[in-house]
């Protein structure tokens, strides 16, 4: 699989220019639509010069602005396929790994390493582990599994852990008490979920920080969300892999109970008296 213009991104930004920046953050809060217009609409919505957007977009290695559209063009159909359309491309293994999606899922994992970094995972951790923030967490269909199995590790490590669960009428109900000293850590991939992006732009209104767990192609609530991890989901078969998004939040588990260490230890040991008595 080719590597991805956001995945790009990720492990070239700490050599762009502070204008080069500001067009990688545009893009990826509009990915990829805002990649598909004109140089000239791209640098006004940016804020940047029409040579900066060139520049830019030579800097992730394409030789020109129609071949780095074409590679948009080639994601934005891969983000809106269904495990139907998928189930028709893939071809049998004869040849390859005795179990093809297995090694698919590995690959996705060393990818999906290979482009975060360590600032990234410095960043969340730290935001997921302030002080007095109530956090929460909510997942789609097929990624809420997930949600739900982090939340249950970082309410062992801290306080004021959250998952959103039920009917989204529930979820918005929960707002009115999320603001600015709050984080929201949402999971979504492709097709992605109407319902979780309508509840992350009110999140983002009220100045709740917003971390996203997402594909190589990014959901839409990017635009909303002051934390990307994309991992690499697609492998041999009609559904998506969760499996590097679930190690992922592994990663930060372990992570967050470091950075916690002297706290998350009395707040287990209080929680082993309580079950002991």
Known sequence: MNTSISEL???????????ERKAAQTLIANYPLIGLRTVAEFSTQAGVSSPTIL????????QSYPEFQSALQEELAAQVQSPWNRAATIQPSRNGPTFPLMEAAIENIRETFQHLSVQQ??????????????IYLLGGRFTDPIAR???????????????LVGQESH??????DMGKKDVLIIFDIRRYQDSLIRFAEKAQA????????????????????????AGRTAVPSPWDSSATLFLVAETLIAEVTRKLEKSSANRIRDMEQLRDN
């Open 9 to 19: 991104i990720a492990e070239k930004i700490d050599a762009m220019s502070a204008s």
């Open 55 to 62: 520049r830019f977009v030579s800097r992730l290695g394409f």
């Open 121 to 134: 995972i410095d960043d969340v951790t730290d935001a997921i582990s302030r002080n007095r923030a109530r």
């Open 149 to 163: 199995y982090m939340a249950a590790h970082l309410k062992i490590t801290r306080p004021g852990v959250t998952h």
């Open 171 to 176: 979820w918005r109900d929960q707002l009115i």
């Open 206 to 229: 009220r100045g709740v920080e917003i971390i996203l767990f997402t594909d190589q192609w990014l959901s839409p609530i990017a635009r909303f969300a002051r934390h990307v991890i």
